[in-house]
């Protein structure tokens, strides 16, 4: 065991089935020599050479569409998408082309493919260093999306990711690269992709999130304990696509009560999905109406702090719509 | 006193490689006519074709080594991909979406090639997706230190996607071994090429870092010989080479285009002139490979082998709509 | 600031009042005194008069809802001072929970907003029931289908939701009390069977006014043990004068002259004289009332009311007839205000004006006793050693035996009884 950041976390995966697996290679913009911009893939390419830690040119459709081309000619690439704001050149190649080579050839082509991008709201990170685009994907058979927050989740999870047959989007919220640090195991284990995470137990309320918003939800939840005497029960999904309904649906029939909370624009959000979820298998349980917090629908955080903070729900707002639940 | 060489021996061809291109090049034809006749007899509801550019097709593929290096090939490829080992029989399946369709069980529209086997990678609709994907794959061969080669093919339109000049510059910086083979057939539906391209794209590659070479796409010969000098560069780890084949699209774009609404039909009649299957026939009597008699033969065959096809196609069963649901997900 | 507004007492005894209808939406400006919201108690239904004017901030109770005498059910935001921290209520109002980019609003607890006039409180009056109602009565889907699978009626427990909400947590906890309740010994019949509905019946939910009744009937029954006597009274005078005057009285007086001001006149002069009736009884005493204030039972269809004539003494029977008429419409209009059906200390009872010839009355709890007249009906009688026919009323008091006995309770019967044979047919009555 040692305590390892998110960022670290991330890394040491990557090192890892790199060193495990001579076909595992990362590329994107400056992931090689420079280590990536937020130094996840730092030492990978001393450690592996400059073709398996390989600096692409500024072309995401590129470094998408490679990746899929090496995938079907025995590499195992994770590609980095620098920021997921950026990820919309590489749409064609993800929603079409990867997520379906598989069905589309009946089973001969499989596209065992990783792309890593770091996402949420950064203090000055603004319209285009901020956003959350996994809803996006989370509509597209054939992708696997995850997203975990914490560091030893993410570990596991990436190893699977990368040794799955399929396109797994990763993304990795960077406010939490360096926030958020844990005892992580050493060596080499992997947490299953399709299987969602019960932080905290509790038997008042159920709330579902993930991301920065998670870790401050968790906090509120200790508050909410120490002073109201409120348990809520807080699950990470984990895997946003697709979601696990067992675990999501077995907590909100549990407490009756069911929050679901991102960062991202609130309306089409993944936690829409988890609220129709809710609001169909688990009617019969519930106890008050299925809720959801999230970012006001406007285009991403602004550059201005005050504008910035009026974006992600805070501890404050996270606090009151879990109150307000529990006392519904 | 030496004799001289004919140009296929100077290129390292015999007879029996005459034979197998004329043939390949025959049957792409015949079996592609065959395609209409059903589709306007409503019996094959969209068919794409790749009359006139079989030359182009077959002189560039006849260089893949099956199963070994990777084919990207786009809609109108069956030169290409019967050279290497699809039959007459998989082109039906396919043509009717029934469940043998090797490329995709039925799931694709026709023309939308796939073959593990055959290294010929699942193909797309969306125009130009194949580039990134192919010098993927190519890098692959490079970072393995191994002599593979992928040949990826497109027409004209296909140059002005971002996809393609992304890949042409990846292919540039890197010495990837790909060959980018651009059939420019005069038209992408109807839009043409004074309309798509900005100046020539052959002289692109040298933007790019890389030769790139015209060629009389309808003379299989002369594709052949440039090819042969792209593959080897390849193989020889001396980077890209990009062909553009000119030659012309003697159909409608599909069976869902009417092309008489812009362009003429003197026009596709002087092309007809200049048919490479033709041209190649020509050639081929002048040194003596092929008379009438074994043409006969061999179009006979041919059409035997295409009737028999047909039937086969059309008796064939369609998956079950259960099967919609099934490999979405590949199994660990 | 907002200024908050809280549930009045509407009545002595009263504890508690529901929300029946808001007569105006958040937003919206109010005056002193207009009125701002339908309020029922037990005894009335009631319009609340602003207490003050300005801007209403927010509404803090849903209609259908029923609160304390106390608590707050609304702010109203006052002219002319500053905007404070907004207020904690079980709502936040921060930004953007579900943040509604085209207006819409999809919190539910936002659903409670004032509904347009037309549309009632739970009262069984029709309308679409609104989101408060349902809430109310039906609770959410874990608190019906606990309430089928143990045969309770939502309804009877107190909840501690929003809004009175009844809480899974409270069913769950009511039906652990229940199950404590009854004992280890598991009993053969279940402990508060329900009536099964069975095909063709009708049934009708009970609003707060017949519950309130119930509630009122029961308490008394309980609490006071009940004796009661009869006496019949001759009012073959009475009747002649009523015959004599009651035109010219209509014209001259602007209402009807029935016999009830009589019989109210009667009354109060006999309490008068006995006093013990116009009492309370109060645990280790009893406490006898200076005022005399008499309740004159109403009936009203569906329901029972009890308006008051304040200081009854103070009337004659011109007097009474005014105040009879005048409390008798309003109860028959619903515009009862809570001075009108608080404060009584003895209460008449005329079912005669239905036809009854006997009657039982219950006690108006925490009274000592309750008048009955009946219907006049000519009867063949007595007098001297002759037959006659004469006007014969029944009288009966309904007494609290621990208060009085039956010696006082005839008494003052026959002290009423006196009085109103004593009246001729020139008698005066102006």
């Known amino acids: 065991m040692a305590v390892r950041n998110l960022l670290q976390a991330i890394h040491d995966a990557l090192e890892e089935e790199m060193c495990a697996d001579e076909t595992v290679m990362i590329l994107g913009e400056d992931v090689g020599r420079a280590g990536g911009v937020f130094r996840v893939t730092e030492g990978l390419q001393e450690e592996f050479g400059p073709d398996r830690a390989l600096d692409t040119p500024l072309a995401e459709s590129l470094i998408v569409g490679s990746a899929i081309g090496l995938s079907v000619n025995g590499m195992r690439p994770v590609a980095e998408i620098q920021f997921a704001d950026f990820i919309p050149p590489a749409f064609d190649q993800i929603v079409s082309e990867a ?230 | 006193m030496e004799k001289t060489r004919t140009r296929h021996e100077a290129l390292g061809l015999d007879e029996g490689d005459l034979i197998r291109m004329y043939r390949a090049m025959l049957l792409a034809r015949r079996t592609d006519e065959r395609m209409w006749i059903l589709n306007r007899q409503g019996k094959a509801a969209f068919v794409i074709s790749c009359q006139g550019q079989e030359a182009a097709q077959v002189g560039a593929a006849y260089h893949l080594r099956p199963g070994y290096d990777y084919l990207y090939p786009y809609y109108r490829d069956f030169g290409m991909v019967m050279l290497l080992g699809q039959s007459v029989r998989d082109q039906f399946l396919s043509l009717l979406g029934k469940k043998e369709d090797p490329n995709s069980a039925g799931r694709q529209m026709p023309g939308h090639f796939s073959s593990r086997e055959l290294r010929i990678v699942t193909a797309s609709a969306p125009v130009g997706v194949q580039y990134p994907q192919a010098v993927g794959s190519a890098l692959a061969f490079k970072l393995r230190g191994e002599d593979g080669v992928v040949l990826v093919s497109g027409g004209e339109g296909s140059t002005s996607e971002g996809d393609w000049h992304e890949a042409m510059n990846f292919a540039g910086v890197r010495r990837l071994p790909v060959v980018f083979l651009v059939q420019n057939n005069a038209y992408a539906i109807s839009v043409p090429e004074e309309l798509q391209v900005a100046g020539s794209i052959a002289k692109r590659a040298e933007g790019y870092g890389f030769p790139g070479v015209a060629v009389d796409g309808n003379d299989v010969l002369a594709v052949y010989e440039v090819a042969k000098e792209a593959f080897g560069r390849a193989r020889r780890g001396e980077g890209p080479t990009l062909i553009e084949a000119k030659t012309y699209r003697l159909t409608a774009h599909s069976s869902d285009d009417d092309d008489r609404r812009y362009r003429e039909r003197e026009e596709i009649e002087e092309w007809r002139q200049k048919d490479p299957i033709l041209r190649f026939e020509r050639y081929l009597f002048e040194v003596g490979v092929l008379d009438e008699e074994k043409k006969e033969e061999i179009s006979a065959q041919i059409k035997v082998e295409i009737d028999e096809a047909v039937e086969y196609a059309e008796a064939a069963p369609f998956a079950g709509p259960e099967e919609a649901l099934e490999r979405v997900y590949a199994e660990a | ?199 063709g019946d009708r049934v009708v939910e009970l609003d707060s006014v017949r519950r309130a009744i119930a509630n009122r009937m029961s308490l008394s029954k309980r609490e006071a043990p009940h004796a009661w006597t009869m006496v019949e009274a001759d009012v073959t005078g009475l009747v002649a004068l009523r015959e004599r005057i009651k035109e010219d009285f209509a014209r001259r007086e602007g209402v009807r002259l029935t016999y009830l001001p009589f019989i109210v006149r009667a009354a109060v002069e006999s309490l008068k004289e006995h006093p013990i009736l116009n009492s309370v009884w109060d645990e280790e005493r009893i406490v006898l009332r200076r005022r005399i204030n008499v309740g004159i039972a109403v009936d009203l269809e569906d329901a029972l009311i009890v308006p008051v004539i304040r200081d009854a003494d103070d009337y004659g029977i011109v007097g009474l007839a005014r105040r009879i008429d005048d409390l008798v419409r309003r109860a028959r209009e619903r515009r009862l205000s809570p001075e009108d059906v608080s404060g009584g200390t003895f209460t008449v009872n005329n079912p005669g004006a239905l036809g009854s010839v006997v009657s039982t009355p219950i006690i108006n709890h925490p009274q000592a006793a309750i008048l009955s007249a009946e219907a006049i009906v000519k009867r063949p009688v007595v007098v001297g050693d002759a037959i006659a026919i004469r006007s014969i009323m029944n009288l009966e008091v309904s007494f609290d035996h621990r208060i009085l006995d039956g010696g006082a309770a005839l008494r003052f019967l026959n002290a009423v009884k006196r009085r109103l044979e004593g009246y001729t047919p020139q008698s005066r009555v102006f």
């Not at chain 1, 640090?181 to 992709?193: F, L, Q, R, S």
């Not at chain 1, 401050?216 to 909410?224: G, P």
């Not at chain 1, 999904?237 to 696990?244: E, K, M, R, S, V």
């Not at chain 3, 819409?104 to 679409?128: E, I, M």
Request: charged share 30%; proline share 8%.
């Open chain 3, 1 to 199: 600031m907002a200024k908050p507004v809280t549930m009045p007492q509407l009545g002595e005894s009263v504890t508690e009042g529901t929300i029946a209808r808001w007569l105006k939406s958040e937003g919206e400006e109010i005056e002193k005194d207009e009125p701002l919201c339908e309020v029922d108690t037990d005894k009335v239904s009631s319009e609340l008069p602003s207490p003050i004017a300005g801007r209403i901030e927010k509404l803090l109770v849903s209609e259908g809802e029923t609160v304390e005498v106390g608590t707050e059910i609304a702010l109203v935001a006052v002219e002319g001072e500053s905007e404070g921290p907004p207020r904690e209520d079980m709502r936040s109002e921060g930004p953007t929970e579900e943040f509604p980019a085209a207006g819409t609003v999809a919190q539910p607890a936002a659903a409670q907003r004032v509904r347009r006039p037309g549309a009632s409180g739970g009262n069984g009056r029709g309308g679409v029931p609104d989101a408060g109602e349902l809430r109310l009565r039906r609770s959410s889907p874990v608190v019906r289908r606990i309430a089928a699978e143990h045969g309770i009626d939502i309804s009877e427990i107190r909840g501690t939701g929003i809004g009175g909400r009844v809480t899974r947590k409270d069913i769950e906890a009511y039906v652990r009390e229940r199950e404590a309740a009854r004992g280890p010994a598991p009993t053969p019949e279940p402990a508060r069977a329900r009536v099964e509905v069975q095909e």
């Open chain 1, 99 to 328: 997520a379906r080579f598989y069905y589309r050839s009946n089973g001969a082509w499989n596209v065992p493919i990783t792309i890593r991008a770091p996402y949420g709201v950064v203090p000055g990170g603004a319209l285009y260093h901020s956003q959350s685009v996994e809803a996006y994907f989370c509509n597209t058979p054939g992708l696997k999306v995850v997203a975990p927050t914490f560091p030893k989740e993410a570990k596991g999870l990436l190893k699977s990711a990368i040794r799955d047959p399929n396109p797994v989007l990763f993304f990795e919220h960077k406010r939490c690269y360096r926030l958020l640090k844990e005892d992580v195991p050493e060596g080499d284990y992997t947490v299953p992709i399709g299987e969602a995470k019960i932080h905290r137990e509790g038997e008042d309320i159920t709330v579902a999130a993930y991301g920065l918003v998670l870790h401050t939800a968790l906090e509120v939840a200790k508050k909410l304990s120490e002073e109201h005497g409120i348990e809520a029960e807080v699950v990470e999904p984990l895997t946003l696509y697709p979601l696990d309904r067992e675990t999501i649906l077995a907590s909100a029939r549990k407490t009756g009560k069911f929050l679901a909370i991102s960062e991202a624009n609130i309306t089409g959000s993944v936690t829409a999905e988890m609220a129709a979820l809710v609001a169909r298998e688990a009617f019969e349980w519930l106890d008050a109406p299925v809720m959801r917090l999230g970012a006001p629908d406007i285009p991403a955080a602004a550059f201005a702090r005050p504008m910035m903070d009026a974006f992600v729900p805070d501890a404050a707002r996270i606090e009151s719509a879990m109150l307000e639940l529990a006392r519904y």
